[in-house]
């Protein structure tokens, strides 16, 4: 049997489909599962057992445009999957469906119409159901009724040895807790301040926990302001390759992000995780599954503005991330690491650990 999965959007999104390459491959052990997604996400799936084959799409090179879109579906074409599975449905992947052969296509209710009225109304028409619960959704046809919903990714031996030998090269010590701050996200309005990510980096250091920065290129200006911010210098990655990202958060003790793809990937490596969503909203369906798991929200009256938070803010206030503070953020880091897999209400706002820092 051969089957074909499609996600073509962003790492985050990517890293979701997980649990439906591990539930297919325990429904059908002898399948072959091929995986369509955007080039530079395929180091996902490496050394996955739920993956045979990659497919990828690259549309800086011959799949660019309509006409690397034809070809793409020529290649496909010549695959002839038993079942082609939709996890995206977009005008791009069901153009894909509708011209290459299969003898059972299939796609997933992205409740687009949903989504649309919590952001445009502030109106949720159903209950709030997470992504990765609609995959699933569209698998009952085949028997699958699996929830093993938390996302899995998987690192060789090498890659995590190869991972604690550069954080030990950076002073870091091997056996102590390790909180590592994401300061990236796709858009300037989903960032929290930068004096924020500092003073809960300096806390942390004070409190005798070590603390390692993670950007991405686009994010050095303000990767920048938040050293600038702070008393003392942790190390700093910006933009490792996606094995090395992986290999590095999964050596942290737990991971401090805004709501964005490396969220999801501390997610898959069981690393505890607490994000801030600002324009975005969990209600979206993008919530981290782990568990115990943290995602705070200010809930303001206008969030979400947009589905991925890409809007600049019409209020020009930015209130969806400046009502979360720093108490709230370092309760839930502390939360974290002396109640492992334990769910909380974040209600404190005022947090020990900020406050003996700040009087140092």
Known sequence: MKITVVRLSSLGDTVLITPILRALKNRFPDAHISVLVKKEYTPVFFESPHVDELIALDVQGPHRGVGGLLRLTKELRAHESDLFLDLHRNLRSRWITVG????????????????????????????????????????????????????????????????????????????????????????????????????????????GWQTVLFAGEADRQFLKEVCAAMHAKPPVFIQPSLRRLMALIDRCSVFVCHDSGPMHLAVARKVPVVALFGPTHPKLGFWPLGEGDIGLTANVECSPCSLHGTRPCRKKLKECMEYISEDRVCEAVVHSLRNPGEEIHVRAERSPVLQKARRR
Not at 111 to 139: G, I
Not at 143 to 156: H, M
Not at 160 to 173: D, M, P, Q, Y
């Open 100 to 207: 290459i052969k299969a003898k059972r296509k299939m796609a997933y209710n992205k409740r687009h119409w949903s989504r649309w009225a919590l952001v445009h109304a502030k109106w949720l028409p159903m209950e709030t159901r997470h992504t990765v619960d609609l995959y699933f959704d569209a698998l009952r046809p085949l028997g699958i009724e699996s929830r093993q919903r938390v996302p899995e990714i998987f690192l060789k031996d090498e890659e995590i040895f190869a991972a604690k030998k550069v954080l030990a090269n950076a002073g870091i010590v091997e056996g102590r807790e390790i909180i590592g701050i994401h300061v990236g996200a796709r858009s300037e309005v989903k960032r929290w301040h930068p004096v924020r990510f500092a003073h809960i980096a300096d806390a942390f250091q004070e409190q």
